[in-house]
């Protein structure tokens, strides 16, 4: 072949690849595909145009056409940065982040000053759960190019991760002074005011998101959150229903806490029913399982709550609370000794959990173990000095051993907690009459 066909040859591949280079740019992913595609069957040892194929099937989320075509880029040009950039993108989506973060340091040497690779590292790091590095990578993409909002928001989202919530505001509201339309910039600083407490900050942060993405499930779901905390139960119930509106197929996560307000509201069939779609959704969804145990247990289906109780344990082996409440529904259902194995279990994830304590200690009375059960009233006591229930519990024991004056002095102080508790009122009377006869 002379000279002037190869010529011609790559002025056409050349030609295909421009076009596939506009088509990425519009978007149309399958079309510049194509075009790359005609430019390497044309010439094919062309870099770039591997490179940008690679490219074009990461958009569509085809990873191993992806890193197929970045390898076979770097084989042609063993220092072309971008192939790396490229690739570790496709590694990342793909969460074999080892990978990634190799391949966007190759690109970060190759190309020093590149600060979406070192933002595109930092993601990675943070997929490995390294937050520190993620926010030194993002730190340093800020450093080469600080008028870009991204970095700004990933490290916003890894400060408030790791609970560092006035950091995370700093970082969304710089990026938001940049780029004042990004939804997704005021949902996650309203994320990092709902952390702080600032539930007033935190509605306005979602709305303000809703406004600028009318379709924002998660918004809708944050903000339904907040108002939950705010005990604005009517507003919370509206956006969770907006967010199961726009996002019905995949929000557990929507269910599951509009499940709470129903159970909230003592209407446990419609919050049944609702954690029970939630499962349905996410089968691993400890918490919908736990949530639906309470539900059962405050209708006296105690199988009902166990079962679901076992269920997030199964999911979350280390849930002190399901194993706690698990212990509640075995308790009335007078199945004593696996009562107390579940409190054993609850307080040896938590140690200072008065309510295990206080409970376990219920469960050896009911055993006859009356020693046993003073001493975890008394640990429970110690854990919570305000606790009415362990010094009525308490009472009761020294109730039952005839030390009336203890008693006395135990209930005086449950009631002084809780002026409204019948029951300390109650064996206080009988207390008084008992220690009368006495006299």
């Known amino acids: ?90 590694y990342s989506r793909m969460r074999d982040y080892d990978l990634a973060i190799a391949d966007f340091t190759r690109a970060i040497d190759l190309r020093h000053g590149d600060a979406r690779a070192y933002n595109h590292r930092g993601l990675a790091y943070y997929g490995k759960g390294d937050k520190e590095r993620a926010i030194e990578d993002y730190t340093q993409s800020i450093r080469l190019n600080s008028d870009d909002a991204e970095p700004y928001c990933n490290r916003g989202f890894a400060y408030s991760r790791a609970g560092r919530y006035d950091k995370a505001i700093a970082d969304y509201t710089q990026a938001i002074k940049l780029k004042s339309d990004d939804a997704r910039a005021y949902n996650h600083r309203g994320l990092a005011h709902y952390g702080k407490g600032d539930d007033e900050r935190a509605i306005a942060d979602f709305t303000r998101a809703i406004v600028l993405k009318a379709d924002y499930a998660e918004a809708y779901f944050n903000r339904g959150n907040a108002y939950i905390d705010q005990g604005n139960e009517g507003r919370a119930m509206d956006d969770f229903n907006q967010a199961i509106r726009l996002n019905g197929g995949d929000c557990a996560w929507a269910y599951n806490n509009r499940g709470s307000v129903y159970a909230d ?82 307080i040896l994830l938590k140690g200072d959990y008065a309510e295990a304590y206080c409970n376990r200690g219920l469960a050896y009375s009911g055993m006859g173990n009356k020693e046993r059960a003073v001493a975890d009233y008394n640990e429970a006591i110690l854990l919570k000095e305000d606790y009415a229930d362990a010094y009525f519990n308490r009472a009761l024991a020294s109730y039952d051993a005839g030390d009336f004056k203890r008693a006395q ?31």
């Open 265 to 346: 509201k003592g209407d446990y069939d419609r919050a049944i029913a609702d954690y029970t779609r939630a499962i349905g959704m996410k089968r691993a969804y400890a918490q919908a399982y736990f949530n639906r145990g309470l539900a059962n247990y405050r209708k006296g289906d105690f199988d009902g709550a166990i079962a679901d109780y076992g269920q997030a344990i199964r999911f979350k082996s280390a849930y002190a609370q399901a194993y706690y409440h698990r212990g509640l529904a075995r308790h009335r259902q007078w199945d004593n000794e696996r009562a107390i194995a579940d409190f054993d279990k609850a």
């Open 1 to 90: 072949m002379n000279m002037n066909v190869l010529a011609a040859l790559f002025v056409n591949a050349k030609d295909h690849f421009n076009h596939g280079s506009v088509s990425i740019r519009d978007g149309n992913y399958g079309r510049a595909i194509d075009d790359y595609t005609k430019a390497i069957s044309l010439k094919a040892d062309y870099a770039e145009a591997y490179c940008n194929r690679g490219l074009a099937y990461s958009r569509i989320e085809d990873f191993e056409n992806a890193i197929a075509d970045c390898t076979q880029a770097i084989r042609l040009q063993a220092d072309m940065a971008q192939a790396y950039y490229n690739r570790g993108g496709a």
């Open 409 to 439: 002095v135990d209930l005086t102080e449950a009631l002084l907690l809780d002026p409204n508790h019948a029951n300390a009122w109650n064996i206080l009377e009988k207390v008084k009459q008992r220690m009368n006869k006495e006299a």
